[in-house]
């Protein structure tokens, strides 16, 4: 079932979000529904805070833009995003890269609305899947960027956050000329 993305300014956007404790069937339903809700909206990535549910779960897949296709891998082997994608994850623990570099960045809670965000360009995670397994996963490229931007949302943080003073400013009028059509 496709779920209702909550826009900027719904407080459950701000919220942190609490550690999934248990997959109970609620959860795996969740799930589902936000894989369909994401592929519905064209989106690379979707956290539950997004349809409302402040817990952490997030579901990603990066196989829409296969040009930016970087480094992946699972528990230290190279991977295929089709053997793993859409990757859904609860309770992300990260360890970041110490380069940072820019990239085009939108949210299916801010339509519209683009900026270049300053990120680490590798990451590390331990990411919990829906079946219980815990996966390490190594990523560069847009892979490692949305695990971030999803992971931010887990905590309340979103892209706009992010952004240069310059940017901030300029994603101030964008979201204000955008929001009319939200
Ligand atoms: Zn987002």
Redesign the pocket.
């Known amino acids: 079932m496709v779920r209702e993305i909550v826009y900027l300014g719904d407080p459950v956007l701000r919220k942190p979000c609490d550690p999934v404790t248990e997959v109970t069937e609620d959860v795996r339903a969740l799930a589902d529904d936000m894989i369909e809700t994401m592929i519905a909206a064209d989106g690379v990535?979707?956290?539950a805070p997004?349809v409302a549910v402040p817990i952490q779960l997030a579901v990603v897949d990066v196989r829409l833009d296969e040009e930016d296709a970087g480094l992946f891998k699972v528990d230290g082997k190279d991977a295929a995003y089709d053997d793993w994608m859409p990757l859904v994850f609860i309770n992300p623990d990260f360890e970041l890269g110490e380069h940072k570099g820019l990239g085009t960045e939108g949210?299916?809670?801010?339509p519209d609305v683009r900026a270049e965000v300053n990120r680490p360009l590798f990451v590390r995670t331990k990411l919990q899947l829906i079946d219980g397994k815990e996966i390490e996963v190594e990523a560069d490229g847009l892979l490692a960027r949305a695990l971030q931007?999803?992971a931010d949302?887990l905590h309340g943080i979103?892209?706009i956050d992010r952004l240069s003073a310059a940017a901030k400013l300029r994603a101030r009028r964008d979201i204000k000329r955008a929001k009319r059509d939200w």
């Open positions: 990535g979707l956290a997004q949210c299916l809670s801010i931007h999803e949302h979103l892209f």
